[in-house]
Structure formats: C-alpha cells, structure tokens
C-alpha cells in the first residue's frame, strides 16, 4: 500500500511564520482562500488546510510516517531565544480544533545563520467496530548536528474511528496533522519556514 499526503512545500516554495509573539504560530498553507489574500490556516482557530487522514479504514491498522522537515535562521535581534518545532495531530471539530502535541525538536537554541531541523514520526492506529481507537508510535528529530533518539509520541491520542471518520473536521477525516513553532522570545526577526511535511505510507 502507498498513499501519500502532501502539504505542498519545497525548499523553493517554504510555509514561513515569525515575528513577534510567543504563542505557537501554526506553517499555514501557501495558497490563501483568494487571490491577493495571504494564507491563514491552519491556525489557533482553524483546522482548514491541515493534512487530513481519510476515514474508511484507509489507515486502519497501517503503519505510517509523518514527516516534517524545515529551517530557522539566527534570530539576529535576540540571539539568545529558543525556537521550538513541534507536530500536533488535530482532533475536536474544524472551527475548534484540538491540537495535540505528538512529537516535538524540543527548545533548539540559535546557532548558525540557519538551522535545519526534522522530525519524522512513525505512527499505526486502530479503532474496531465504532469503538474509540488510539494512535501510538514514536518519533525522531534531527537538530543542529544532533539527533533526538528515537522516543516515544509525546501523547497518545484517544477517541479516534478510522472507518466512519470524524464528521466535524474535513470530509469526514479520522484526524489531521499540523506543525506549528514557538519562538521562546518575541523579536521582529523571529523566522522559521517548512520545506516538507507528508504523511507516507
């Protein structure tokens, strides 16, 4: 089996946040929902443009991999700062999204004039005849030089049907995925950008 999810980004075509604030700053999609309008979902308050795991058993059971892949650059105006990757898997309903924190680069401070970093997450979930399922799994990141072994997702997630789907998001998806940075300072030259992130499997 190969199905392939992609959030349509590249290193020539990246997803960017930055700037000021030190909540998390959701990679929105590069197409915004008309022309001259800048994209603006995924965020807070939006689950439109997450990446979607079909229902109808697709994924039922299957092992797959969540792959997200981009940079930083060196926060010049307070060089001390932290940035902070994480991947969310994305649950409650499409206009009131519930992000959960499934694996994570931890706090990676500043170096180079720009940083690469990954995570790739290795997950399966289940759910049997209408019951609530699980997805579980682990998760690798790779920063500044080193890697953050192989550990287990920061949290399982419950109440997943991976046949009938969850009516309040998006065609009906089991669940979504998104990836959204924390800069642990606000500067105006806080800059982090994504250049991949696809659901293999």
């Given at each position: 089996?190969?199905?392939?999810?992609?959030f349509?980004?590249?290193?020539?075509?990246?997803?960017?946040v930055?700037?000021?604030?030190?909540?998390?700053?959701?990679?929105?999609?590069l197409?915004?929902?008309?022309?001259g309008?800048?994209p603006?979902?995924?965020?807070?308050?939006?689950?439109?443009?997450?990446?979607?795991l079909?229902?109808?058993?697709?994924?039922?059971?299957?092992?797959f991999?969540?792959?997200?892949?981009?940079?930083?650059?060196?926060d010049?105006?307070?060089?001390?700062?932290?940035?902070?990757?994480?991947?969310?898997?994305?649950?409650?309903?499409?206009?009131?999204?519930?992000?959960?924190?499934i694996?994570?680069?931890?706090?990676?401070?500043?170096?180079?004039?720009?940083?690469?970093?990954?995570?790739?997450?290795?997950?399966?979930g289940?759910?049997?005849?209408?019951?609530?399922?699980?997805?579980?799994?682990?998760y690798?990141?790779?920063l500044?030089?080193?890697?953050?072994?192989?550990?287990?997702?920061?949290?399982?997630?419950?109440?997943?049907?991976?046949?009938?789907?969850?009516?309040?998001?998006?065609?009906?998806?089991?669940?979504g995925?998104?990836?959204?940075?924390?800069?642990?300072?606000?500067?105006?030259?806080?800059?982090?950008?994504?250049?991949?992130?696809?659901?293999?499997?």
């Open positions: 089996m190969s199905n392939v999810l992609d349509q980004v590249s290193g020539s075509s990246p997803s960017s930055g700037g000021l604030g030190t909540s998390v700053k959701y990679f929105p999609r197409l915004g929902p008309s022309i309008v800048a603006s979902t995924p965020s807070a308050s939006s689950a439109a443009g997450a990446l979607m079909p229902a109808q058993n697709v994924y039922n059971g299957q092992l991999n969540v792959k997200a892949a981009g940079d930083f650059g060196n010049s105006g307070d060089p001390s700062g932290t940035v902070t990757v994480q991947l969310y898997a994305v649950t409650g309903t499409f206009t009131v999204p519930v992000y959960t924190s694996a994570t680069t931890g706090a990676m401070t500043p170096f180079y004039t720009i940083q690469p970093w990954s995570i790739n997450a290795e997950l399966v289940a759910s049997l005849n209408g019951a609530n399922g699980l997805l579980i799994g682990n690798q990141s790779n500044r030089g080193s890697v953050v072994a192989p550990t287990t997702v920061t949290n399982i997630v419950t109440g997943l049907d991976f046949n009938a789907g969850n009516s309040a998001l998006q065609q009906g998806a089991v669940l995925f998104v990836v959204g940075v924390t800069f642990g300072t606000t500067d105006a030259t806080n800059i982090a950008r994504l250049t991949e992130f696809t659901v293999e499997s």
